[in-house]
């Protein structure tokens, strides 16, 4: 049975830090990209962060370039995700999705965990 399990979410003032972690179960971790997705009030959820299989190659939506940062520990099967300088807009259900396979290929996510950023 696969499982993605986040953890770390929190409500915090602005310019404070968090870090969100994503433990994986039941798949072989280092075959898959990771990514985290956040999904805003009233909004569509939206790719954050990508990482790949190896860790060597990382992506980021431009509204969080500088103040986030994605990681992976293959060994552990833990994906990372730093996040600095938070801001009110970056209030949003964050999911940790596995994918494998391009674009025809197959995802799994995690329940989601809320982070909260009052001014």
């Known amino acids: 049975q696969v499982q993605l399990e986040e953890s770390g979410g929190g409500l915090v003032h602005a310019g404070e830090s968090l870090l969100l972690s994503c433990a994986a179960a039941?798949?072989?971790?280092?075959?898959?990209?990771m990514k985290w997705y956040r999904q805003r009030p009233e909004r569509e959820r939206e790719l954050v962060a990508f990482i790949n299989n190896s860790g060597r190659r990382t992506n980021y939506a431009d509204s969080v370039k500088g103040r986030f940062t994605i990681s992976r520990d293959n060994a552990k099967a833990i994906v990372n995700l730093q996040m600095n300088d938070l801001k009110p807009e970056d209030t949003a259900v964050y999911f940790c999705?596995?994918?494998?396979?391009?674009?025809?290929?197959?995802?799994?996510w995690g329940q989601g965990t809320q982070v909260t950023v009052y001014s």
């Open positions: 039941g798949i072989i971790f280092s075959h898959y990209e």
């Open positions: 999705n596995a994918h494998r396979g391009g674009a025809s290929g197959f995802d799994y």
